[in-house]
Protein backbone atom coordinates (compact mmCIF):
# COMPACT_ATOMS: atom_id res chain seq x y z
CA UNK A 1 0.00 0.00 0.00
CA UNK A 2 1.12 3.39 -0.99
CA UNK A 3 1.99 6.11 1.67
CA UNK A 4 1.53 9.99 1.82
CA UNK A 5 3.71 12.31 3.99
CA UNK A 6 2.26 15.58 5.09
CA UNK A 7 3.53 18.21 7.56
CA UNK A 8 1.23 19.00 10.67
CA UNK A 9 0.96 21.61 13.16
CA UNK A 10 -0.87 21.41 16.74
CA UNK A 11 -1.02 24.41 19.23
CA UNK A 12 -1.75 23.81 22.55
CA UNK A 13 -0.51 25.57 25.83
CA UNK A 14 2.85 23.87 27.39
CA UNK A 15 2.78 22.35 30.34
CA UNK A 16 5.52 20.56 32.39
CA UNK A 17 4.14 17.22 30.29
CA UNK A 18 4.96 19.03 26.98
CA UNK A 19 1.85 17.71 25.79
CA UNK A 20 1.87 17.63 22.16
CA UNK A 21 -1.90 17.39 20.52
CA UNK A 22 -2.40 17.13 16.43
CA UNK A 23 -4.67 18.96 14.23
CA UNK A 24 -5.51 19.54 10.50
CA UNK A 25 -2.69 18.91 7.81
CA UNK A 26 -0.76 22.08 6.89
CA UNK A 27 2.30 21.96 4.09
CA UNK A 28 5.87 21.65 4.14
CA UNK A 29 6.75 24.94 2.18
CA UNK A 30 5.64 28.41 2.21
CA UNK A 31 2.01 28.73 1.16
CA UNK A 32 1.41 31.46 -2.08
CA UNK A 33 -2.38 31.78 -2.34
CA UNK A 34 -5.38 33.11 0.13
CA UNK A 35 -6.63 29.89 1.21
CA UNK A 36 -6.99 29.57 5.04
CA UNK A 37 -5.05 26.77 6.46
CA UNK A 38 -3.73 26.01 9.93
CA UNK A 39 -1.44 28.68 9.90
CA UNK A 40 -4.05 31.14 9.96
CA UNK A 41 -5.26 28.85 13.27
CA UNK A 42 -2.23 29.58 14.30
CA UNK A 43 -1.92 33.22 13.77
CA UNK A 44 -5.46 33.41 15.85
CA UNK A 45 -4.69 31.62 18.33
CA UNK A 46 -1.91 33.97 19.30
CA UNK A 47 -3.91 36.98 19.35
CA UNK A 48 -4.13 37.66 23.20
CA UNK A 49 -0.12 38.30 22.92
CA UNK A 50 -1.17 40.74 19.83
CA UNK A 51 -3.89 42.51 22.01
CA UNK A 52 -1.42 42.71 24.80
CA UNK A 53 1.09 44.68 22.98
CA UNK A 54 0.12 47.35 24.11
CA UNK A 55 0.69 49.70 21.09
CA UNK A 56 3.74 48.43 19.59
CA UNK A 57 4.45 45.07 17.71
CA UNK A 58 3.90 41.74 19.45
CA UNK A 59 7.36 39.17 19.10
CA UNK A 60 6.92 36.21 18.75
CA UNK A 61 9.57 33.35 18.86
CA UNK A 62 9.70 29.58 17.03
CA UNK A 63 12.40 27.42 18.52
CA UNK A 64 12.87 23.80 17.71
CA UNK A 65 13.24 21.05 20.24
CA UNK A 66 16.15 19.73 17.59
CA UNK A 67 17.86 20.84 14.68
CA UNK A 68 15.86 19.83 11.47
CA UNK A 69 12.62 19.77 12.97
CA UNK A 70 11.01 22.51 10.78
CA UNK A 71 11.04 25.22 12.76
CA UNK A 72 12.20 28.12 9.70
CA UNK A 73 9.38 27.30 7.60
CA UNK A 74 6.81 27.21 10.66
CA UNK A 75 8.25 30.83 11.50
CA UNK A 76 8.20 31.94 7.89
CA UNK A 77 4.75 30.98 7.29
CA UNK A 78 3.51 32.21 10.37
CA UNK A 79 5.16 35.59 9.42
CA UNK A 80 3.34 35.73 6.28
CA UNK A 81 0.03 34.72 8.06
CA UNK A 82 0.39 37.79 10.27
CA UNK A 83 0.16 40.51 7.60
CA UNK A 84 -3.68 39.73 6.94
CA UNK A 85 -4.22 39.62 11.29
CA UNK A 86 -2.01 42.66 11.86
CA UNK A 87 -2.31 46.56 10.51
CA UNK A 88 1.04 47.14 9.22
CA UNK A 89 4.24 45.32 7.89
CA UNK A 90 5.50 41.96 9.85
CA UNK A 91 9.48 41.66 9.93
CA UNK A 92 10.92 38.18 10.37
CA UNK A 93 14.02 37.57 11.83
CA UNK A 94 16.46 34.77 11.35
CA UNK A 95 18.15 34.24 14.91
CA UNK A 96 19.41 31.11 14.01
CA UNK A 97 23.16 32.48 13.26
CA UNK A 98 24.83 29.43 13.06
CA UNK A 99 22.40 27.43 10.73
CA UNK A 100 20.65 30.06 9.04
CA UNK A 101 17.99 28.99 6.43
CA UNK A 102 15.17 31.91 6.21
CA UNK A 103 16.71 33.87 3.85
CA UNK A 104 16.86 30.77 1.07
CA UNK A 105 13.25 30.41 1.33
CA UNK A 106 12.79 33.92 -0.15
CA UNK A 107 15.53 33.86 -2.35
CA UNK A 108 17.46 36.80 -0.22
CA UNK A 109 20.63 37.33 0.67
CA UNK A 110 22.19 36.37 3.94
CA UNK A 111 23.72 39.33 4.72
CA UNK A 112 24.24 42.04 5.77
CA UNK A 113 21.34 41.10 8.78
CA UNK A 114 21.24 40.54 12.49
CA UNK A 115 25.03 40.33 13.29
CA UNK A 116 25.88 43.65 11.47
CA UNK A 117 23.17 45.60 12.92
CA UNK A 118 24.54 44.53 16.30
CA UNK A 119 28.01 44.42 16.11
CA UNK A 120 28.94 47.09 13.23
CA UNK A 121 25.80 48.93 14.08
CA UNK A 122 24.57 49.43 10.59
CA UNK A 123 21.68 51.04 11.15
CA UNK A 124 18.34 48.51 10.37
CA UNK A 125 16.87 50.09 7.62
CA UNK A 126 20.34 48.82 5.52
CA UNK A 127 19.69 45.12 6.91
CA UNK A 128 16.33 44.57 6.37
CA UNK A 129 14.87 43.01 2.94
CA UNK A 130 11.74 43.05 1.29
CA UNK A 131 10.54 39.45 0.65
CA UNK A 132 7.84 39.16 -2.64
CA UNK A 133 4.87 38.98 0.16
CA UNK A 134 4.08 42.35 0.25
CA UNK A 135 4.05 43.45 3.91
CA UNK A 136 6.56 41.57 5.08
CA UNK A 137 10.38 41.75 5.46
CA UNK A 138 13.80 39.73 6.37
CA UNK A 139 16.39 40.83 8.95
CA UNK A 140 18.57 37.48 7.50
CA UNK A 141 21.64 36.27 10.24
CA UNK A 142 24.40 37.78 8.49
CA UNK A 143 27.83 36.88 8.26
CA UNK A 144 28.37 33.97 10.95
CA UNK A 145 30.43 33.83 14.02
CA UNK A 146 30.47 37.61 14.04
CA UNK A 147 27.96 37.81 17.28
CA UNK A 148 31.21 35.68 18.84
CA UNK A 149 32.92 39.29 19.16
CA UNK A 150 30.15 41.18 20.61
CA UNK A 151 29.91 39.36 23.56
CA UNK A 152 27.07 39.01 25.88
CA UNK A 153 26.08 42.41 25.90
CA UNK A 154 21.64 42.27 26.76
CA UNK A 155 21.63 46.01 25.88
CA UNK A 156 22.42 45.92 22.27
CA UNK A 157 19.60 43.14 21.86
CA UNK A 158 17.30 45.35 24.17
CA UNK A 159 17.77 48.69 21.81
CA UNK A 160 17.15 46.58 18.76
CA UNK A 161 13.95 45.10 20.27
CA UNK A 162 12.80 48.61 21.13
CA UNK A 163 13.46 49.73 17.47
CA UNK A 164 11.90 46.88 15.59
CA UNK A 165 8.80 46.89 17.96
CA UNK A 166 8.03 50.89 16.96
CA UNK A 167 8.95 49.81 12.74
CA UNK A 168 6.38 46.89 12.60
CA UNK A 169 3.62 45.61 13.75
CA UNK A 170 4.39 42.26 14.27
CA UNK A 171 7.63 40.68 14.65
CA UNK A 172 8.50 36.55 14.42
CA UNK A 173 11.63 35.18 15.16
CA UNK A 174 12.98 31.89 14.27
CA UNK A 175 15.90 30.72 16.77
CA UNK A 176 17.85 27.70 17.13
CA UNK A 177 17.23 24.73 18.75
CA UNK A 178 16.05 25.07 22.73
CA UNK A 179 19.37 23.62 23.55
CA UNK A 180 21.52 25.59 21.41
CA UNK A 181 20.11 29.78 21.48
CA UNK A 182 23.43 31.03 22.18
CA UNK A 183 23.36 34.99 21.97
CA UNK A 184 19.86 34.30 20.42
CA UNK A 185 18.58 33.75 24.23
CA UNK A 186 18.48 37.31 24.64
CA UNK A 187 15.64 37.70 21.79
CA UNK A 188 14.02 34.38 22.77
CA UNK A 189 13.40 36.46 26.54
CA UNK A 190 12.44 39.66 24.76
CA UNK A 191 9.28 37.66 22.87
CA UNK A 192 5.87 37.63 23.98
CA UNK A 193 5.42 34.16 23.46
CA UNK A 194 7.66 31.43 21.92
CA UNK A 195 6.10 28.34 20.36
CA UNK A 196 8.49 25.18 20.79
CA UNK A 197 8.17 22.92 17.44
CA UNK A 198 8.73 18.99 17.59
CA UNK A 199 8.76 16.53 14.40
CA UNK A 200 6.19 13.69 14.35
CA UNK A 201 7.61 10.56 14.68
CA UNK A 202 11.16 11.62 15.73
CA UNK A 203 11.10 13.50 18.62
CA UNK A 204 11.37 11.57 22.01
CA UNK A 205 8.72 13.00 24.59
CA UNK A 206 11.58 12.80 26.96
CA UNK A 207 13.56 15.29 24.78
CA UNK A 208 10.29 17.64 24.21
CA UNK A 209 10.02 17.75 27.98
CA UNK A 210 13.68 18.47 28.54
CA UNK A 211 13.42 21.64 26.28
CA UNK A 212 10.32 23.33 27.74
CA UNK A 213 12.39 22.72 31.41
CA UNK A 214 15.33 24.37 29.47
CA UNK A 215 13.24 27.15 28.20
CA UNK A 216 11.53 27.84 31.40
CA UNK A 217 14.93 27.88 33.19
CA UNK A 218 15.98 30.56 31.06
CA UNK A 219 13.05 32.53 31.67
CA UNK A 220 11.78 32.06 28.01
CA UNK A 221 8.00 32.43 27.60
CA UNK A 222 7.01 29.36 26.15
CA UNK A 223 3.07 29.79 25.24
CA UNK A 224 2.76 26.70 22.83
CA UNK A 225 4.05 23.73 21.23
CA UNK A 226 3.58 22.95 16.87
CA UNK A 227 3.66 18.89 16.01
CA UNK A 228 5.56 19.57 12.42
CA UNK A 229 5.63 16.78 9.60
CA UNK A 230 3.13 14.56 10.55
CA UNK A 231 2.66 11.18 8.73
CA UNK A 232 -0.59 10.07 6.56
CA UNK A 233 -0.54 6.42 5.93
CA UNK A 234 -3.84 6.45 4.36
CA UNK A 235 -3.48 6.35 0.67
CA UNK A 236 -4.38 9.66 -1.18
CA UNK A 237 -7.21 7.97 -3.23
CA UNK A 238 -8.49 6.57 -0.04
CA UNK A 239 -7.94 9.95 2.21
CA UNK A 240 -10.34 12.07 -0.46
CA UNK A 241 -13.02 10.06 0.95
CA UNK A 242 -12.40 10.37 4.41
Known amino acids: ?22 FSPARRSLRRNAALDDYDTLAWRLQP ?49 YRPKAERLFGLKKNPGLAEVLVDNLPVADAV ?7 LDLLAAGRAGMLDQLGVQPA ?45 DLTRRGDAEA ?8 SVPVVGSVLNRKRSYVPAWLDRWL
Open 156 to 200: AFQNLVNELRERYSAVVVDLPEASKLGPSLFLARQCDGVLLVAEA
Open 49 to 97: QLEASSGVAAMFGVVAVAAGGGSTTVAANLAQRLVAQVDGPVLLIDANL
Open 1 to 22: MSTSTEQSMAVTSVDDRASLEQ
Open 129 to 135: QATKHAG
Open 211 to 218: AVQQLKLD
